[in-house]
């Protein structure tokens, strides 16, 4: 059932997400007591043991990304299934498979049915989401590249709502437990809106489903 497994993702990265914080902290615990049996640590000997691939800051960020990018998906997921319980069918207007089609054109196709998604709770949040997930992916963990860089016509890709004051021209990122908290606060306060609002079906659509020739 759809709405159902939106919810068991949403369970499963919070969990997640508390197991991983949870583990990190006892890593970072382990770190202090080693710093503290070494009289006198050098810069080198904290940084080899706080910067270590093993150590906990990189565990707590490796979680942090992947929790980020799960939630992007079911963000994305949901756009999908919104489309298809409200319309009862899985083509888009443009005839495309609502499940292969870009996410813009889903949006686009929800616009249709008077469903504009930046008027969504938490949408912001939802942005800053998905250029996350997209720099982790495609930016070497990079906020967005700036105008400069961009084709014409595609300016709008180096608008940043993460850190959207910074004005380096390419600045690394590291997103925070607080920050992802708070994600997972607002991707559920939307999941709970959009079946308040726009119920999400607990069955796929019958009869009204079938894509094109």
Not at 126 to 140: A, D, N, P, T, Y
Request: charge should be negative.
């Amino acid at each position: 059932m759809i709405d159902d497994l939106l919810w068991h993702e949403l369970e499963v990265v919070k969990s997640f997400f508390a197991r991983a914080m949870s583990w990190a902290d006892a890593e970072s615990k382990s770190e202090d007591a080693r710093l503290a049996r070494i009289s006198n640590p050098d810069s080198d000997t904290i940084e080899g043991i706080v910067t270590h691939p093993h150590g906990a800051h990189n565990l707590e960020q490796i979680a942090i990304r992947a929790v980020v990018n799960e939630l992007n998906s079911l963000c994305e997921f949901a756009l999908q299934n919104t489309w298809v319980s409200l319309s009862t069918r899985y083509d888009l207007p443009t005839g495309e498979f609502v499940f292969t089609a870009t996410r813009g054109k889903v949006e686009s196709a929800l616009l249709s049915l008077k469903l504009d998604v930046k008027k969504w709770p938490q949408w912001e949040e939802v942005l800053k989401i998905k250029e996350m997930s997209e720099g982790f992916k495609h930016r070497q963990r990079m906020q967005p590249f700036p105008i400069e860089l961009q084709s014409r016509g595609f300016e709008w890709r180096a608008t940043r709502v993460v850190a959207p004051h910074n004005t380096e021209v390419l600045t690394e990122y590291e997103p925070t437990p607080a920050q992802t908290a708070q994600f997972l606060i607002a991707i559920e306060e939307l999941l709970t809106w959009l079946r308040n609002e726009h119920a999400l079906e607990h069955c796929i659509p019958k009869g009204r489903c079938a894509m094109k020739p």
